[in-house]
Structure formats: C-alpha cells, structure tokens
C-alpha cells in the first residue's frame, strides 16, 4: 500500500480520471497472458512523456516499484506487478506520430497496436514485418521491450532489426533520446538496441522509431506432410541451404496435428510433423515450386501449394488452430505457457521435438511442439489441470528437462517471448557468462531497483509462484 | 612508458615474437587511416582468447590503457591509443571457426578479413552482406567495433543486423558470453548488440556469431545524370517510395564528377549530380528497367542500365574512382577525413549537399560529396595542405558548420565510420540527451578506464590534435 499522499500526488499527474485504484482495475491489471498474477497498488494512466517524467521522478525517490504495460499479451510475466507499486499502462499514448515513406522510416508512440500501424501502412504499401502472434491488440511498445517477432523472422528479422531510436524515461527520472532517424548509425553507444527486449527494466520507452520495409506484392503457400520427424528436418534444411529463404517455415509436430484434428476436423494427415511454407515477392509462385520440389526430394509424402488467396487460408487454418486445439484437448486441462518459446539453430529442430516428446511422456503430461522451423523457434503449450499441486511439479521438472536440452542443443531458452518470471532460472542458466555485466549495467542505470523489479535475472526460486491459478490442494 | 616488469610480463604471455616494442613498430601502430597519431608503448599479437584475457586482467590491475586493431582501416582514430600503453593486434585470430549454412550462420575471430570470409560464404552461394569500402583488408572485429556497413545497407542492413552472439573479455577480465546461435532471441540484455559499435571501449571481442544470407542470383546497374541536385533526390525517393529497394544508390555531387573526369579521363556527363543504382536478386533486371524508369520520370538527362558483367564495372568505375580522384585534385592537397560519413533522412539529401557546397565555399575550401543516397549516408573528403595552419582552422570550422547543418536536418554525425577522435565533439552535441547513460555504463563496465580511454565521448577540445601531419606551421 503507497501512503496517501503519495497516491494522491500520482493521481495528480494523470487526473483522476486515469488513475485506477478499485479493487477489480487492480485485480485485473495484476495479470498478463503468463501463468502469474500478483495486484499492484494503482494503475496510472498517463498521456505524455512529460507526465511519464513525473511519475517516474517521483517513483525513483520514494523507491516506488513501477511496471510498464501495453496490452498485458506477455506470456511470461513480464507485465505482472510482483512487487506491487505502480502499473504505468501506456496504452493512452496510441499516436502514430509521422509515417515518412521515402525515408524509409515511421515515428509511434508505445501503446499504437501493430495491427493498426500495419493497416495504416499499408496505405503506402509497406509494413513493419515483425509478425507476432497478438499481433491485433499488442502494442509496439511491448513489442520493443519484449523484442517480438513471429513467423517471418527468418527472411524478415526480429523488432531488434528495425528499432532506429527511441525517447526514453530512464529511471532516474531524466528523459533520454536514443539513435536517430537515419538509417545507418555509428554514432555512440546504441543503447535503442539495448533497450530492445529489456522488458521495461532499464526505463520506459515514450516514442520508437521503426524502420518499414515494403510489402511484398505476392505470397504463396505450400503444406507438407512427413511421416518422419528427421525428413521434415532435412527438408527445412535443404530449403535454407538452396538459398531459397521463405517468409514463413512452420512446423507442427504430430501432438498438434491430433489436437487440431479432433477440434476443428480438418482432416489434416496423419503425420510425425506438417511444414507450412510462405514464399512472398515478385518471384513467389517460382519458389514455392522450388520449395515443394525440395519437400518431395527430402521425403514429403503429400505437397499441396497454392497461390489462391481462399485455398492459403485454409492450408493456414491447421497451423492457427494449434494454439485453441490444444486448450481444448482434454476438459479439465489449460494450456498453459511454460517453456513456450525456445529457439535453437534450425538444423537440430528435429532432436528438440524429439527430446521435447520424451519428456513429456516420462513426466505423464501432454506437451506439443510447433512453431518457426525457418528460424528455429519452438512453442510448446503444456497441458494440466490448473487446480493439481501434482501437476504443476510435474510441468515444473519436465520444463527444467526441456531447458537444460535446449542449452545442450545451443539453444536460448526464448527466442521471441522473453523471460519475465517464468524462464528467469533457465535464463540465469544461459547467460551465466553474462549476468554479471547484465547486472552491472542495471544497477548502473536503475540505483534504486525500482524499474520492473524481480526480473530479468531477479527472480529467485521456482517458477511456480505467484500464479494466477488457486491451488485447491487436490494431490491427484 | 610501462615498467620493465610489466613489459616483460606482457610479452611473457604472448611470446617474444608477438610482442613489439622497436621504435618503428611503435611508430607504425600508432596509426590509422585516420588524421590521428599517437605512440603505443607495446604492440601485443594475441593468438588467443586466454591470452587476451591473461593482458587485458593485468592491464586492469596496473591501470593500463588498450586499444583493440584490427587492419587500422577505422577513419576516425578509433585505433589511435591516445594515451600510449598497449595496442592489441588481434589479426593473428584469423580462424573461420564454422560455416553453417543450414543453420544461417557462421563463427569467425575478430581478425578475419572481410573478404576472405565473404570467398568462403561464397562457395556456398551465401554472403555477409554489409560491404565496406575496405572489405578488403578490413577484418570483421573491426567491423563489428565500428558498426561498418556500406552502399548494401539500404537493403541489407547494417553490422548491426547480423550479430547474433560474440566472446568478449570485458574490461575486468572476466571471459564473458553474449547472444546466442540462434537467429531469435529475447534472452536477457541484448549485450551482444551494445558491443556493436562501441570502439573498443567496453571489452575485446574474441569471437563473432554472425548471420548470413543467400547471394544473390544476378546484379544489374543504372547510371542516371541529372542537371539538378533537387531532381536526383526526387528520384532517390521516387525510388523507394514506389518499393523497389535497390541493393545500392549512390550519389556523386558535381566536385566528385570533376574530380574523377580529371584523373580518370572517364568522361562523365558534367551534371549536378549522378546517381548509380545496383539491384540484385532474381528480378534484378525488371528492376533496373523499373528504377530507369522512375529516374526518367524525375527529370534524369541520361540513364544506362545493364545486366552485362563488363560494362556494369564500367558504370561502377567513377563511382569507385572518387576517392583516388579526389586525392589528386592539387598538388601539395591531401584528401583528409573530416565529416566524413554523416548520415542524413534519405529525403534530406539535396539539402545537405547544398549545404555542404556552400559550406565549402564559404571557408575558401574544396568538399567532394559522394555516398550512399539510399540510406541517406553521405561521405565528403575535405583536401588541404597538411602543412598549413590555416588549412586545418578553415577545415575544423566547416567541419563544425557540416555537423550542425547535419544535426539540423535531423541526422547523425556518423553513419557507417564511426566516432573516433575525429567526430567526439560533434557526437556529444548528437547525444546530449543520452551521454550521461552512456558514460554510466561505461564506467560500470570498465572502472578503471583502460579500454581505449579518451574515445566515446571523453574526448575534449579540438580535433585538429595529435595529428599525423607535422605542420610546418607556414601560416598561408
């Protein structure tokens, strides 16, 4: 609880209008997408990198706790208050500021969506590539803290390649402008880059520069079905090293291809794993011909491609049907995100799966593995019943087991969701040649701690805390 | 001068012969390709991440300074050990660990040359796409320590865009690991990105982890002239509006067209300026013809464009002949990096070469602005008589006014080359709203100062100092 009249001068800065401090607005905002949930003290609404200022100011001197949010889709709780204090949600601060197409760049603040950037640019016919899968309600912001990206990141890069400058309020209160409006930068430290994916740890970001690319005049789609896991592998490989980068190289693994089978009957076929293609540009429909005679060479058993706009959705249907397929899989069991994000070079994807399948069947539970094959970056969604303490040790081992192969592997245990609270052990494990220059630097720019405390390397002990589950004790 | 014990101890690590310490070493290595000049005490020829590691503790413990060199190709004196100690030549690492390109990446030492690395990419029908002018010679630790780039970044992006991982030994010693092998990743700070660019001030890079990307299938070549500044830039934004990125846009002003139709006898049109324009990949030919096009559109009095081997070199020979050209232009001139690479909006172009010429006339001195107008990086070379005084007084003002005139036009003081010494005071006018960030994490990593102390920011007063030219002090 913050004293009185330090709420009082904080709803101040705001107006009372964007202050909220009800017992349901503080319930609420004490969630993201991830497994936690703890209730932050008030929730500030503010309109400008001036009252940010403030805010922050007055947070740093009377080592106030304070998080930054955008749409509240981290899965890993990045966006969860643990240490209550203040939730600055940045959502009113939704302007695209300048969108400069023949400079090559467009100017937002941090709570514009990306889906209504892209719509916008789209106009001009250039986009900001970083597809993340909440793309329709994320915002820009989040998408920079938590370095997003998605599916096209083996042709098009993460939010990292496209950040050329930010304005920042550091948290000592002092407001920072970061890179330019250029291009190219070789001037200073560059610190936007650092900022990119820091999780709103080292300040709070009040306007991005992004750069656009143009959009691709054409895309294509092609299916491919394996009945052994190591060919799909092969072929992912073979189309990579033929030089024939596609937009898009999904993969599903045979768990995934049953959820969605038995939820949507779609008939998909009976396989160890699905690639998924996108080819996209002036010479999509010869690639993906080259990409599909690259699956039939390495094993495929049926190739289906397409440039039909109604036939790529519904070849699309399966892939996007995997995240709500497996939440329906069995009744009483959520879909929850552990270990959801792995990434690992593109070639040893078929030992992950693999290794990922073996796991879950020593620990009893219900994993299955899909994801951007093109750039190695696996999603697993662990199935249990919420309410069994049993459960939740069970997930807890097998995650530490998917973690400790992914670093065998020479993986990073998150390619594109972060780590929040729910992979801090494991990041702790992957940069352990790093930590201490990580926690030089955020000492250095955070004295008081007070910047999104307890992550990015903070958190302590296990992951099973602080979650947005009540345990009802039952030791099934 | 370090104590004897300590010479005897560093060259104990590396050996005799990897040690230098002759009067014509030390003078040698007290250079780069810059205007700047300062004596080392000793030169040390690491071949190995243990030995840099065994140096840089020592050097810490004494407190002494060290300046990483990779070829000394860096323009700004960035390898310039402004206060004497050690210059660690990392060239002896020369190894390409791995090439994987299935996996999209390689892992190389610091002391691979471009070049070579780009021969073995090639054999494989891959490439690291950013191409410095010295690529040559150049080596990627370099590269990675400036942020190098080139005429490709408009379409490949900068140094920047394919650091995925890199060994560092910080400035304390400590052996420390950043970044990942995988093409994604949101694990933990962003070290890896930090590192580039930051001149060797925050640790020796031992080994790079850098994404690759397929070569492209053909290349064609415009060459475009136009008798007004304003229209050329027209078309550098019609180009890029309309979304056919070019793989390289240059631009020549009418000094640089002079210049090289007097050394080179090439026969230039004698135009405002010329624009030579580079697209790649499998509708490299549609493009050029498209890219021809909108040149015309915009007013260009001539345009040639080719996919013929011979004849494209030929297009490309002013374009590469500016720098030679310009070096000849007088007598007793040498051309001089000064406001060598500031990088502009794209749009913004026209206006800063107007500016510059004025600039140029102003001050009673000769500027060449060539460079790359797709990322709206230009370079200018200033020529003068070393050996005058008021040569090098006239320079630092236009110098000053450049930098201002850029700063105004909302660009960055250095593009592609870097600080150095050559561009500090201007750097910190660029940065002031992010210098004491800066200086914060500096300090933090390297307390004790050494690594390449006085760069980054710590260097004070004029430019024209510890300069490579003894002046004759005639003051004509």
Same mark, same amino acid.
């Given at each position: 609880?913050?004293?009185?009249?330090?709420?009082? %001068?904080?709803?101040?800065?705001?107006?009372?209008?964007?202050?909220?401090?009800?017992?349901?607005?503080?319930?609420?905002?004490?969630?993201?997408?991830?497994?936690?949930?703890?209730?932050?003290? @008030?929730?500030?609404?503010?309109?400008?990198?001036?009252?940010?200022?403030?805010?922050?100011?007055?947070?740093?001197?009377?080592?106030?706790?304070?998080?930054?949010?955008?749409?509240?889709?981290?899965?890993?709780?990045?966006?969860?208050?643990?240490?209550?204090?203040?939730?600055?949600?940045?959502?009113?601060? $939704?302007?695209?500021?300048?969108?400069? =197409?023949?400079?090559?760049?467009?100017?937002?603040?941090?709570?514009? @969506?990306?889906?209504?950037?892209? +719509? +916008?640019?789209?106009?001009?016919?250039?986009?900001?590539?970083?597809?993340?899968?909440?793309?329709? @309600?994320?915002?820009?912001?989040?998408?920079?803290?938590?370095?997003?990206?998605?599916?096209?990141?083996?042709?098009?890069?993460?939010?990292?390649?496209?950040?050329? /400058?930010?304005?920042? =309020?550091?948290?000592?209160?002092?407001?920072? +402008?970061?890179?330019?409006?250029?291009?190219?930068?070789?001037?200073?430290?560059?610190?936007?880059?650092?900022?990119?994916?820091? #999780?709103?740890?080292?300040?709070?970001?009040?306007?991005?520069?992004?750069?656009?690319?143009?959009?691709?005049?054409?895309?294509?789609?092609?299916? *491919?079905?394996?009945?052994?896991?190591?060919?799909?592998?092969?072929?992912?490989?073979?189309?990579?090293?033929?030089?024939?980068?596609?937009?898009?190289?999904?993969?599903?693994?045979?768990?995934?291809?049953?959820?969605?089978?038995?939820?949507?009957?779609?008939?998909?076929?009976?396989?160890?794993?699905?690639?998924?293609?996108? *080819?996209?540009?002036?010479?999509?429909?010869?690639?993906? +011909?080259? @990409?599909?005679?690259?699956?039939?060479?390495?094993?495929?058993?049926?190739?289906?491609?397409?440039?039909?706009?109604?036939?790529?959705?519904?070849?699309?249907?399966?892939?996007?049907?995997?995240?709500?397929?497996?939440?329906?899989? /069995?009744?009483?069991?959520?879909?929850?995100?552990?270990? $959801?994000?792995?990434?690992?070079?593109?070639?040893?994807?078929?030992?992950?799966?693999?290794?990922?399948? $073996?796991?879950?069947?020593? %620990? /009893?539970?219900?994993?299955?593995?899909?994801?951007?094959?093109?750039?190695?970056?696996? %999603?697993?969604?662990?199935?249990?019943?919420?309410?069994?303490?049993?459960? !939740?040790?069970?997930?807890?081992?097998?995650?530490?087991?998917?973690?400790?192969?992914?670093?065998?592997?020479?993986?990073?245990?998150?390619?594109?969701?972060?780590?929040?609270?729910?992979?801090?052990?494991?990041?702790?494990?992957?940069?352990?040649?790093?930590?201490?220059?990580? #926690?030089?630097?955020?000492?250095?720019?955070?004295?008081?701690?007070?910047?999104?405390?307890?992550?990015?390397?903070? !958190?302590?002990?296990?992951?099973?805390?602080?979650?947005?589950?009540?345990?009802?004790?039952?030791?099934?």
């Amino acid at each position: 609880m913050l004293p009185q009249s330090i709420t009082d %001068h904080l709803i101040n800065i705001v107006g009372a209008n964007n202050a909220l401090t009800s017992t349901a607005d503080l319930y609420t905002h004490g969630f993201d997408a991830s497994i936690h949930h703890h209730t932050p003290d @008030i929730i500030l609404r503010p309109r400008t990198a001036q009252e940010i200022q403030k805010i922050v100011t007055l947070a740093n001197k009377q080592k106030i706790p304070l998080v930054p949010r955008g749409a509240g889709t981290a899965l890993s709780g990045q966006a969860v208050p643990l240490h209550a204090g203040i939730v600055l949600d940045i959502t009113r601060m $939704d302007t695209i500021k300048t969108i400069r =197409i023949p400079d090559l760049y467009c100017i937002v603040e941090p709570g514009v @969506i990306y889906g209504t950037l892209n +719509q +916008q640019l789209a106009k001009h016919n250039f986009f900001f590539p970083p597809t993340p899968g909440s793309g329709d @309600i994320c915002t820009i912001g989040g998408m920079v803290a938590i370095n997003a990206s998605g599916m096209r990141a083996i042709k098009y890069g993460a939010t990292r390649d496209y950040v050329l /400058g930010m304005d920042v =309020i550091l948290p000592n209160g002092d407001f920072a +402008q970061l890179g330019t409006k250029t291009l190219k930068n070789s001037s200073g430290y560059q610190l936007e880059r650092l900022m990119v994916g820091s #999780e709103g740890t080292l300040g709070v970001i009040t306007e991005v520069t992004l750069r656009i690319s143009p959009l691709p005049q054409k895309r294509t789609v092609a299916l *491919a079905s394996y009945t052994n896991l190591e060919k799909a592998g092969e072929g992912v490989s073979s189309i990579i090293a033929q030089g024939v980068i596609p937009s898009a190289l999904e993969i599903m693994d045979s768990v995934c291809i049953k959820a969605v089978n038995k939820a949507m009957k779609l008939d998909l076929p009976d396989a160890a794993a699905l690639l998924l293609i996108e *080819a996209d540009g002036a010479t999509a429909t010869e690639d993906i +011909q080259h @990409i599909a005679q690259i699956c039939k060479s390495t094993g495929a058993e049926s190739i289906t491609f397409t440039d039909d706009k109604k036939e790529m959705q519904r070849l699309w249907q399966g892939r996007k049907g995997v995240l709500p397929s497996l939440s329906r899989y /069995g009744d009483s069991f959520v879909s929850v995100s552990l270990a $959801d994000d792995m990434s690992v070079p593109i070639s040893r994807i078929p030992q992950a799966i693999v290794a990922f399948q $073996d796991i879950a069947h020593r %620990h /009893g539970i219900i994993i299955g593995t899909y994801g951007h094959a093109g750039d190695g970056n696996l %999603h697993t969604k662990v199935l249990l019943d919420p309410n069994s303490k049993s459960h !939740w040790r069970h997930a807890e081992k097998a995650v530490d087991e998917i973690f400790r192969t992914v670093l065998k592997l020479e993986g990073t245990v998150s390619g594109e969701h972060g780590i929040g609270i729910s992979k801090a052990p494991w990041m702790k494990q992957e940069r352990h040649l790093a930590l201490e220059a990580m #926690e030089k630097i955020k000492n250095a720019l955070d004295e008081n701690n007070i910047m999104n405390p307890g992550k990015m390397g903070q !958190w302590k002990g296990s992951i099973i805390s602080h979650l947005r589950y009540p345990w009802k004790q039952k030791e099934n």
